[in-house]
């Protein structure tokens, strides 16, 4: 008896001493939507080749050696791999980064999903970034033959390329976010067109997702354009001291997933016939969005900075160029309609033809993480972020609805949680979260199918399905079957879920419940919450949600 009671004091011990902070015990996830991180979690173990690890395999002529693995003579096709193998997820693009040193001859590629990047044969870091073509995992091989391959390997990396909220917890439950919107050009004869902008460019940025590797991007005038050609990034007419910066990295090569384009020239071009996605009578297949023009030559630092802040837009990077030297500035955000609003305050919309806006895209600049306006300039509903030279307003002089550090989600877009058995052991947990809304129909947590689903409502009550049987709380431990649509915060718990039969982990993208409000500090646990420690949660983050 006296040891049962030692340890229940010990246990309620362990829970108050995480009082003025967020209950940590038992805490599987904790999304705080303070940051999108350009990559995912670390997918490899032991990249860093510690003595005695047992997480790699290694093929004839490879050995592990100090903080490296190590080719001696390794033939034509000899490999290493993950001891276990990483989850590798079809269609998914992924970037990969090592070093090569103690170089001395032959050469090495790398692969996720058999998907194989080129060779590498020099003393350097190589950053590569592929898309899986099925579930295969992690393999290094060498390519050389003759004599044979000798170089070490060391501080591999695999992480997902795209935006995720990172997981406050102890685990890796991270949420990639697909909320970002793009124009799609179909190649036959979709255009933006913006007539002459009168404007000068030493510098465009754009993210680009190529319809094949052979795409017209922009005409600028009659003699300088861009475009792919062959996977490369081809640039027409005479840039005098070009630069061009794919990802953050200095290279011409691009493929058919979402890249971030960024080229500079020393010498001013002036802009007189701008058009998204035509040149002379070619037109190009693919998707854009956000695109700037700048009258000063960006640095490779500041191309590093924009490709790793993509929802920061133009704002606040701490790159080498003022706000003064923004000349264009297209985010295509709208979502619908015929215009494309330059934001830069120069006045030059676009004008769509057959275009068509693709939501929730993931990787390009997220809107879920941004502060916006819905306006209706015209009949149509658009989307228009922060107007640059006003903050707090779009380019059309709405107030913005502000994030508030939250989720900002406007209708269409989501954040998906990959599988984990962290959440799919919970059969009898609590799920909590903040939540600011004035809309009535949604629903906040969905699984595989529209059978799975917690905090659903319609203008009504709280509806769970397949979920466990659940009691719903508001703003503390007080019971309460129903959400408030005052658009003030509110806190919301549920008790009692299981999440055992759910194979898919989603914030809102239920047909016809997607939801339009911001949600925040979406914490599930394992274990059911006691009043005291639902008080705590709600009390903890208070502060950070006031209305």
């Not at 659903?456 to 659940?470: A, C, E, L, M």
Request: hydrophobic share 35%; proline share 2%; with cysteine.
């Amino acid at each position: 008896m006296i040891n049962i009671i030692q340890n229940t004091i010990g246990a309620l011990a362990k829970r108050a001493s995480t009082a003025a902070s967020i209950i940590t015990q038992n805490l599987q996830l904790w999304l705080g939507f303070t940051k999108a991180d350009v990559l995912g979690a670390e997918l490899v173990v032991d990249g860093d080749f510690p003595t005695g690890t047992t997480a790699w395999t290694f093929g004839s002529g490879w050995s592990l050696g100090t903080d490296k693995a190590d080719a001696t003579d390794a033939s034509f096709g000899s490999s290493f791999t993950q001891s276990t193998a990483i989850s590798i997820v079809t269609g998914t693009e992924y970037q990969l980064s090592f070093d090569i040193s103690n170089y001395v001859k032959g050469n090495v590629r790398i692969s996720v999903g058999n998907t194989w990047s080129s060779t590498f044969s020099s003393n350097d870091r190589f950053t590569v970034v592929l898309t899986a073509f099925n579930t295969a995992s992690l393999n290094i091989q060498t390519r050389a033959g003759g004599s044979g391959t000798t170089l070490s390997i060391s501080n591999i990396t695999v992480k997902k390329a795209g935006q995720f909220a990172p997981d406050k917890s102890t685990n890796t439950n991270n949420a990639k976010l697909f909320t970002g919107k793009a124009l799609s050009f179909d190649g036959v004869n979709d255009l933006v067109d913006l007539s002459n902008p009168n404007i000068n460019l030493k510098s465009i940025c754009f993210w680009v997702n190529l319809g094949t590797t052979t795409e017209q991007i922009f005409n600028l005038t009659s003699t300088y354009n861009i475009t792919a050609a062959s996977g490369v990034i081809t640039l027409g007419g005479t840039w005098s001291n070009s630069n061009i910066y794919v990802d953050g990295i200095a290279t011409t090569s691009i493929g058919t997933t979402p890249k971030r384009v960024v080229i500079t020239t020393d010498t001013d071009i002036p802009v007189n016939d701008l058009e998204f996605a035509k040149i002379g009578s070619d037109y190009g297949a693919l998707s854009l969005s956000d695109v700037q023009i700048y009258d000063a030559e960006l640095t490779l630092a500041d191309a590093l900075i924009d490709y790793n802040n993509p929802n920061d837009l133009v704002f606040n990077k701490g790159g080498s160029v003022a706000l003064a030297n923004l000349v264009g500035y297209w985010a295509l955000s709208e979502g619908s309609g015929s215009i494309a609003y330059d934001s830069s305050g120069g006045g030059n919309n676009g004008t769509i033809t057959g275009a068509t806006f693709d939501d929730q895209q993931p990787t390009i600049p997220q809107l879920g993480m941004m502060d916006w306006a819905k306006s209706t300039p015209v009949a149509t509903e658009v989307t228009l972020i922060q107007n640059p030279n006003e903050i707090g307003k779009d380019v059309l002089g709405n107030s913005l609805r502000l994030r508030e550090g939250g989720f900002n989600l406007d209708g269409s877009g989501y954040g998906s949680i990959a599988n984990s058995t962290t959440l799919t052991d919970i059969t009898n947990g609590t799920i909590q979260f903040w939540l600011k809304t004035s809309t009535t129909k949604f629903s906040v947590l969905n699984g595989q199918s529209s059978s799975e689903f917690i905090g659903q409502t319609d203008n009504g009550v709280w509806t769970n399905g397949n979920s466990g049987t659940i009691t719903a709380y508001k703003d503390g431990s007080t019971a309460s079957t129903s959400p408030v649509y005052d658009g003030d915060w509110h806190f919301y718990t549920f008790t009692g879920v299981n999440l055992s039969t759910w194979t898919s982990f989603l914030i809102s993208n239920l047909t016809a419940f997607e939801m339009d409000c911001i949600i925040d500090d979406v914490l599930i646990y394992s274990d059911l919450l006691i009043a005291k420690e639902m008080d705590n949660n709600f009390k903890t983050t208070k502060s950070k949600h006031s209305n």
